[in-house]
């Protein structure tokens, strides 16, 4: 199989760095700067080994690759936010012996969040979803860093919304020799919801810096107890917290990588990068749309919402609301909602 990787950035770039590495056809999609990077000095990604260089084909869009295989695999790494925009381009792609990649290829979305899935569903015929686990840093263009060991990262498998398949177990059999853990389970959106719980401080991180100390981790348990309430009157599962940490146990442990700090998350680089969009609509925002569709009310979820896509909309340095000014607004959300009034009402 080709494997395209749809986003080369902190994930994508990551993945179709150690698939190459372990000798598997990869083809990079990115735009920008970060493309002209990966076309001059190839692809970076910094991991424990050592930092390692990948000179592999770089494309900004189907047509550069002409009719697509018929063994090709689109691996859409992009932010949700930008999902839309890349499934319209792939999926009247011509593959060859006929039809499109909408009717034929297998799309793997490896995204954080849960919609993304759901609107490949709409324009692809085999969808696969992906619950990522693999801290990663994209912030200079051309490179990438993964500092976990020994594995790079877990990476649950399934087809989209239910069920597996041979395509998927040959994909999973690939990156399983690629430095990852790719369990393959019939109900990865139990897993994706679970990775959308932890989800919900990025937007904490991005705009007040790390989730650590008891006010910061004080804050972050509020807004996740908000999720799980909201998954509960929804009437949706999700992976445990031991579930999780029992099969992770010591597989990816983050060690210091020689001229690199990693900084902070997804939601955290995005703000870094200044790309002006933030992932916090699919995160913060699903609950909050939940909340609505159930009658739950969401406060603090919102408020992160909100102040994320104002932190990427204005261009703001990350972690740059203090942490004392953020509790304060939170506080105040919760008193409106507690009152009734609407929020920054007199």
Not at 242 to 264: F, N, W
């Amino acid at each position: 199989m080709r494997y395209i990787i749809i986003g080369a950035g902190a994930i994508g770039g990551t993945v179709g760095g150690r698939l190459a590495e372990a000798g598997h056809e990869v083809v990079l999609v990115a735009r920008g700067a970060h493309r002209a990077a990966l076309t001059e000095g190839g692809l970076r990604l910094r991991v424990p080994q050592g930092e390692l260089t990948y000179r592999l084909p770089v494309v900004g869009g189907p047509d550069e690759l002409g009719t697509l295989r018929a063994d090709d695999v689109l691996f859409l790494a992009v932010k949700t936010q930008d999902a839309e925009a890349a499934l319209q381009v792939w999926r009247p792609a011509s593959v060859e012996g006929g039809g499109t990649a909408g009717e034929r290829l297998p799309l793997i979305c490896a995204q954080n969040g849960v919609e993304s899935p759901r609107l490949a569903l709409r324009r692809f015929r085999h969808v696969y979803g992906v619950c990522v686990w693999l801290p990663a840093t994209h912030v200079e263009p051309g490179a990438v860093s993964a500092a976990g060991t020994p594995l790079t990262g877990i990476l649950h498998l399934g087809r989209y919304p239910h069920g597996t398949d041979d395509t998927i177990r040959a994909v999973a059999a690939d990156l399983e020799k690629a430095y990852f853990e790719a369990p393959v389970v019939p109900d990865v959106s139990r897993w994706q919801y679970a990775k959308l719980l932890s989800n919900l401080g990025n937007a904490l991180e991005a705009v007040s810096g790390p989730v650590d100390g008891p006010e910061a981790e004080a804050l972050y348990a509020r807004v996740r107890a908000e999720g799980e309430t909201v998954l509960r009157a929804a009437g949706i599962a999700w992976a445990s917290t031991e579930e999780q940490q029992a099969l992770r146990g010591d597989k990816v442990t983050l060690v210091p990588l020689d001229g690199v700090s990693r900084g902070g998350g997804s939601s955290w680089q995005s703000l870094s990068r200044g790309v002006g969009t933030i992932e916090a609509d699919h995160l913060n925002g699903e609950i909050a749309l939940l909340g609505r569709l159930h009658g739950v009310p969401t406060p603090l979820n919102e408020l992160l919402q909100r102040l994320a896509d104002e932190f990427a909309r204005e261009h703001r340095e990350p972690g740059s609301l203090p942490l004392p000014e953020l509790i304060r607004l939170a506080a105040d959300r919760v008193a409106d909602r507690d009152t009734g009034r609407s929020p920054g009402s007199d």
